[in-house]
């Protein structure tokens, strides 16, 4: 069974970067399409950015266009979301998760990991 491990956040000053890392194993995670989503305190889940299985065409949630990209590295199958000026509302718990569609509803991934946190602040 795909197992992901979510790692890289931390606490960063508005407009810093960081890389969020997704590890797979137990499958081979090209062979699913990625999914980032973030969960902010009090608020609902929502789609950030996919990454489809078939042809690793990307997506972006309007909230992440033009500031985060979504890749996938097949040698270490890992994926990546590279968060660039980021802001104090980008705070939250951030998930990774693998399905058959790059899609921004969360119930059509399968598999989750644990997620990791995101501070924006000075």
């Known amino acids: 069974q795909l197992q992901l491990v979510e790692s890289g956040g931390a606490l960063v000053q508005p407009g810093g970067s960081l890389r969020l890392s997704c590890e797979a194993s137990g499958g081979t995670l090209v062979n699913y399409a990625i999914g980032w989503f973030r969960r902010a305190p009090g608020k609902e889940k929502e789609g950030v950015s996919y990454i489809s299985r078939s042809d690793g065409k990307a997506y972006y949630a309007d909230s992440a266009k033009g500031r985060f990209t979504i890749s996938r590295d097949p040698a270490t199958n890992t994926a990546y979301l590279q968060m660039n000026s980021l802001k104090p509302e980008d705070t939250a718990v951030y998930y990774c998760?693998?399905?058959?569609?790059?899609?921004?509803?969360?119930?059509?991934?399968?598999?989750w990991g644990q997620g990791t946190q995101v501070t924006v602040s000075s």
């Open positions: 998760a693998a399905g058959p569609w790059a899609t921004s509803l969360a119930e059509q991934y399968e598999y």
